[in-house]
Nanobody
Framework: VQLQASGGGLVQAGGSLRLSCAAS????????LGWFRQAPGKEREFVAS?????????YYTESVKGRFTISRDNTRNTVNLQMNSLKPEDTAVYYC????????????????WGQGTQVTVSS
């Protein structure tokens, strides 16, 4: 599976951005999908994930709950992250990832990674 993230940019605090990740390859619908982010000088951290079950369970890190929404479209092989009410502390490079463990919150649990897209939130 190859992943290509897009949609990053510069936005003022309180604004919104929608990140997208397009996947190529087989069996997209069988992978759990996640978004991680990495700010300068910090470790990569979990942001959100969505499972493969019929219920497509979603998981979020506490700091983005109520502001970010992850979704997937298996017909288009895409996973999206809608980010609202952005804060300066959301500034980071955002990565999409695919793996086989639904609900995983650690980077090693994911097997495939996109190249990252920069999100900058100005105060």
């Amino acid at each position: 599976v190859q992943l290509q993230a897009s949609g990053g940019g510069l936005v003022q605090a309180g604004g919104s951005l929608r990140l997208s990740c397009a996947a190529s390859g087989r069996s997209f619908s069988s992978y759990a999908l996640g978004w991680f982010r990495q700010a300068p000088g910090k470790e990569r951290e979990f942001v959100a994930s969505i499972g493969v079950s019929a219920w497509r369970s979603t998981y979020y890190t506490e700091s983005v709950k109520g502001r970010f929404t992850i979704s997937r479209d298996n017909t288009r092989n895409t996973v999206n992250l809608q980010m609202n009410s952005l804060k300066p502390e959301d500034t980071a490079v955002y990565y999409c990832a695919a793996g086989t463990v639904s609900g995983a919150r650690t980077a090693p649990a994911y097997d495939y990674w996109g190249q990252g897209t920069q999100v900058t939130v100005s105060s």
